[in-house]
């Protein structure tokens, strides 16, 4: 807080700031002013001027107004950090479209049923798909046949727990020992690559069913891309909290039988078929009996 005082010396007036930043502070040197029998000590004592007629004191003239320093000019605004692109999304199916030309009924070769003891509960799981009926045969144009059979595989984990990658397309889905691969726990993929780009209408897989249990975050995608990182087409998607990573999807997960689970490509041309899980209601492994790619060479 400033205060300034107004003193006149000798006809001439003064004045002499003080300086305070606590009101009490500054009570207290106005009482010790008061209270010196000195006066202010002046540096310089200015002459005084001759008396004028008698009048009316002359009222000193106050200091000038300070100039008021210019407005600070505002600093641009800092650009907002750059937020990073996101990793781009598989794109959905496109919608079915009825296939050109002749059509013919495809009855794939189910194995025989194998549930052993007692099935692991399904629990709380949101997106378990309830009364679901198997789908026994479908229609695909003339000439359709299982293209990945026999084709090269490969995985996110290349040293399988139980089984080769081989079984994965040698064209047995039966879910007896010796006939499933077993992959590492958590989030795992298998990939077959037909050798070229073919339009695909359905592929058809088989996880362990031997007993019945439900695997997670089902992710189904084709791409002419081995890496999968472009052209990207998911054509089913049960990872309904996108907890892998990969985008949530709507689709439902089902209690494993022999008849596995047939999905919908609709047509799209890709070369690589990749398959998703992670773990499944009895354990954290992943686990795949056959994977069938119905499309026309």
């Not at 002046?42 to 107004?65: D, G, K, L, N, R």
């Not at 950090?81 to 059509?103: D, F, K, N």
């Not at 709380?124 to 229609?139: A, H, M, Q, R």
């Not at 041309?269 to 499309?295: F, I």
Request: net charge negative.
């Amino acid at each position: 807080m400033k205060k300034t005082s107004l003193i006149t010396l000798g006809g001439i007036a003064a004045s002499l700031a003080v300086t305070s930043c606590d009101p009490l502070e500054l009570a207290k040197d106005k009482a010790a002013a008061s209270a010196s029998a000195s006066p202010p000590a002046v540096s310089a004592p200015a002459t005084p001027a001759p008396a004028p007629a008698p009048s009316a004191p002359v009222a000193a003239t106050p200091p000038p107004a300070p100039t008021p320093a210019p407005a600070p000019t505002p600093a641009a605004p800092k650009p907002a950090p750059a937020t990073p692109a996101p990793t781009p999304a598989a794109s959905p199916a496109p919608a079915a479209a009825a296939p050109s030309g002749e059509q013919e009924i495809i009855k794939p070769n189910f194995p025989k049923p194998m549930f052993i003891g007692t099935p692991v509960p399904a629990g709380d799981i949101p997106n378990l798909e309830s009364g679901g009926k198997p789908v026994l045969e479908f229609s695909a144009p003339k000439g359709t046949v299982n293209l990945a059979l026999k084709k090269p595989v490969t995985s996110s984990d290349p040293a399988p727990i139980i089984g080769d990658l081989t079984l994965v397309t040698d064209g047995d889905a039966d879910g007896a020992d010796g006939s499933f691969v077993e992959l590492a726990p958590g989030h795992q993929w298998v990939q077959i690559d037909l050798g070229a780009s073919h339009p695909i209408w359905k592929v058809l897989a088989w996880h362990y069913h031997k007993n019945s249990v439900v695997y997670f975050d089902i992710n189904v995608q084709l791409s002419d891309d081995p890496e999968f990182k472009t052209g990207v087409t998911s054509i089913y998607n049960s990872d309904h909290d996108n907890s892998s990573g990969l985008g949530a999807g709507n689709d439902k997960v089902w209690v494993q039988t022999n008849h596995g689970r047939l999905f919908d490509a609709k047509g799209v041309k890709a070369r690589y078929v990749r398959l998703y899980s992670n773990g499944n209601t009895a354990s954290e492994l992943n686990h795949y009996c056959e994977v069938a790619v119905y499309g026309t060479p």
